[in-house]
């Protein structure tokens, strides 16, 4: 197989690190239709939906669930950069090839590549290429999984091509809601993509793509599995509200789930927009290389996020996202004593976040009215005479509330890189370079209390202490007060400007034609950034940038007359300022961690049984 894991087409043999590819035939035979289900054949990745971001860990490595975080694999398509979950959530489509690469990968790829890369390749239009037309569809009964997929292709001069590639896709879901009595998550997908080949002359190879996406799902998949200490407020909700109203729901690891659809029907929906040009230019001895892209989405999420049959708790999630990218680059051509790849990269983005939850309390107000009766209402007046009279006595009672925030955010990435390769002897390579990387982030995270009724936070009313005591928007406030989770910044956010100097040194030696020894050691970081969360305060309002130093020793061969490969690589990553998200019993926290290592072995191969039986393997230990 081929790659294009060093920005230039190279076999997979030949690259010196720890790289898995995936043909876009071999995705098709298995029947694998998402990233998720492709991490399930490579060693050491893990990709699953959660229920606000979807979460990509590479070697134990991956990035928090709070809104702000950015990926800690970085996501390329056909060139272009994606680090946020929903940029990519949409089905494998004609894919040419999917490569991971493990570790950081600052140098060539730039930041939030901390753990490692996957680099996707969608089929393209071909100028001069035969007439291309296939259908394929899919059934599922397990799960009523349908899916059909049509391709139509033409080079229609020798100068141009186009490649038109069509997908819609449902399926009924795999866990049981106790609760409502249906499957889920249920899925409807639909994708069109058009590319483009134009090539005038030798020297002149453009390729052009725009892409549509439309995805939608009803329920979750999110799943109870633990309800310890069963004390207080979470024993009495989840010890005898919830199996009240559910008599199936439990904690068992089932695939089944147990929520409700009061307070919104639990649903996803994504729109999402791609264009990409990549155009290589022959240029004396190499190729300058002018990779540009647009990316934007709009998506909803609502989600029961007690995750119980109680109506207690919602999220009303609503994201509008959009990016520009242009890199221009210079390869030399790979042929000489020094070899090397020089660019610079340009990032814009905009993120701009609505998102509420709503907090209904009648269900579990047997457990809130003794609390309340149990607050003084000193804790009001401030008159030690009232410090035996109870709150309730001037009405202040449990009163459900919202507490709603938008986040506003817009970023700025500017790079250049170098990398040079020195060919010591026909047998022994030294692979060196650096890239420095300057981002600016500017934010405004405005949160409010508000009343039940209450949505986007341009339109909630707002409640405090100043409302009179025992109305009901007072109540509300000192609901969501008693129960820790009200807003106390209303205001956030900042600006950062951050600069990271990403060196890179490698080696690679091959011993013979079918061996090949290669080392090194390479830095990586994540950008800082601003806490998203609705009760973020002055202490965790931001957290700092991420980096990583990476060390890896492998060797790739071919063996038994090229019947056989076996690759190995031993691999140790230093990370510091890990960027972590930690439950305190009512919230998430953001801050970062002081260290962390993730280091192991990985082992892959092959062998050729027969001319039509090839058996493959992978192991890893981390």
Not at 270 to 299: H, I, K, R, W
Not at 393 to 403: C, D, E, K, Q
Request: negative net charge; aromatic residues 10%; without cysteine.
């Amino acid at each position: 197989i081929e790659v294009t894991a060093t920005k230039r087409v190279a076999s997979i043999q030949d690259v010196p690190m720890s790289i898995t590819a995936v043909s876009g035939s071999a995705i098709e035979e298995a029947g694998i239709k998402d990233l998720s289900e492709m991490s399930a054949y490579i060693p050491n990745l893990t990709i699953s939906e959660g229920a606000i971001n979807t979460n990509i860990y590479m070697r134990g490595v991956g990035s928090g669930i709070n809104r702000a975080f950015e990926q800690s694999v970085g996501m390329f398509i056909d060139g272009i950069y994606m680090g946020r979950g929903k940029q990519f959530r949409a089905p494998f489509m004609d894919v040419e090839r999917a490569e991971v690469l493990r570790g950081p990968q600052g140098l060539l790829f730039g930041k939030n590549t901390i753990a490692g890369t996957i680099n996707i390749t969608t089929a393209r239009a071909e100028a001069g290429g035969d007439f291309e037309g296939r259908v394929t569809a899919d059934y599922e009964s397990e799960y009523g999984g349908k899916a059909i997929t049509a391709v139509l292709a033409s080079g229609l001069t020798d100068e141009f091509g186009v490649r038109l590639a069509v997908k819609s896709s449902e399926s009924d879901g795999y866990m049981e809601n106790t609760n409502t009595n249906r499957n889920e998550q249920s899925t409807e997908e639909q994708i069109v993509r058009l590319s483009a080949h134009w090539q005038p002359t030798a020297d002149l190879d453009a390729h052009f793509k725009v892409e549509h996406a439309e995805l939608s799902s009803k329920g979750t998949t999110a799943q109870i599995i633990g309800l310890t200490p069963l004390d207080g407020l979470a024993g009495f909700v989840g010890g005898i509200v919830a199996p009240t109203i559910d008599p199936e729901f439990s904690a068992e690891r089932d695939l089944k789930n147990s929520t409700d659809q009061v307070l919104n029907l639990e649903e996803r929906e994504v729109e999402a927009d791609n264009f990409s040009v990549n155009v290589d230019y022959a240029l004396g001895e190499g190729t300058v290389t002018f990779v540009a892209g647009y990316s934007a989405y709009e998506s909803k999420l609502l989600q029961d996020v007690d995750f119980l049959p109680v109506t207690f708790i919602n999220t009303n999630d609503f994201e509008d996202f959009s990016q520009t990218s242009v890199e221009l680059r210079y390869a030399s051509s790979g042929n000489n004593k020094f070899d090397y790849i020089t660019g610079i990269y340009y990032q814009e983005n905009e993120l701009d976040f609505d998102f509420y939850s709503h907090v209904n309390v009648d269900q579990i107000m047997p457990a809130l009215i003794p609390a309340f009766e149990a607050v003084p209402l000193a804790l009001l007046t401030g008159d030690p005479a009232h410090l035996e009279v109870p709150v309730t006595a001037i009405g202040v009672l449990p009163n459900g509330f919202t507490r709603t925030t938008n986040f506003l955010q817009e970023t700025e990435t500017f790079s250049a890189f170098f990398q040079g390769t020195y060919n010591i002897s026909d047998d022994f390579r030294l692979i060196f370079g650096a890239r420095y990387t300057d981002e600016t982030k500017d934010v405004v995270r405005t949160s409010m209390n508000a009343t039940p009724d209450s949505s986007f936070i341009s339109a909630a009313t707002p409640v405090g202490p100043t409302d009179i005591p025992g109305s009901d928007n007072f109540n509300s406030w000192f609901t969501a007060f008693a129960l820790k989770v009200s807003v106390t910044d209303p205001v956030g956010g900042g600006s950062l400007d951050e600069s990271q100097f990403i060196p890179s040194l490698k080696f690679q030696y091959d011993i013979n034609d079918d061996v090949m020894l290669y080392g090194g050691a390479e830095k990586g970081f994540k950008g800082g950034g601003f806490n998203a969360n609705a009760d973020a305060t002055d202490d965790n309002n931001q957290f700092g940038e991420e980096e990583a130093i990476g060390f890896e020793l492998g060797m790739k061969s071919d063996i038994l007359d090229g019947r056989a490969r076996l690759n190995v690589a031993l691999f140790r990553t230093n990370f510091d300022n890990l960027q972590v998200t930690t439950w305190n019993g009512f919230g998430f926290e953001v801050g970062n961690a002081a260290e962390s290592v993730s280091q192991g072995i990985e082992i892959d191969g092959s062998i050729l049984l027969t001319e039509s039986f090839t058996l493959s393997g992978s192991l890893s230990y981390l």
